[in-house]
């Protein structure tokens, strides 16, 4: 089994940046996928982004240019950059693993966090 955990969730302001964690223990993650969903209220969890064990890495449109995704696989860590953050960013933010390929739909996930909230204010 997979157990993963989040860090980094808070508020801040508009144009603001946060880092999130995802911590992954119970076995070594170096050949699954991590990824990164959101849900705001009301709404369905949507992915954000998602890289593979050797760095390569696929985005939502939303992510493109402001959210970069990167993994420490010694560590068993993956991090979600976010920079230039919008009101409508505001979610829980989740982190999932499964085994290659990527895949967009949550659905396919095996392992999930609980979620750091992000609230980003105007």
């Known amino acids: 089994q997979v157990q993963l955990v989040e860090s980094g969730g808070g508020l801040v302001q508009a144009g603001g940046s946060l880092r999130l964690s995802c911590a992954a223990s119970g076995r070594t993650l170096s050949r699954y996928v991590m990824a990164w969903f959101r849900q705001a209220p009301g709404k369905e969890r949507e992915f954000v982004g998602a890289v593979t064990w050797n760095g390569y890495t696929y985005y939502a449109d939303s992510a493109k240019g402001r959210f970069t995704i990167t993994r420490d696989n010694a560590k068993n860590m993956g991090y979600l950059q976010m920079n230039s953050l919008k009101p409508e960013d505001t979610a829980l933010y989740y982190c999932?693993?499964?085994?290659?390929?990527?895949?967009?739909?949550?659905?396919?996930?095996?392992?999930w966090g609980q979620g750091t909230q992000v609230t980003v204010s105007s």
């Open positions: 999932a693993s499964k085994w290659v390929p990527i895949a967009v739909e949550s659905s396919d996930y095996h392992y």
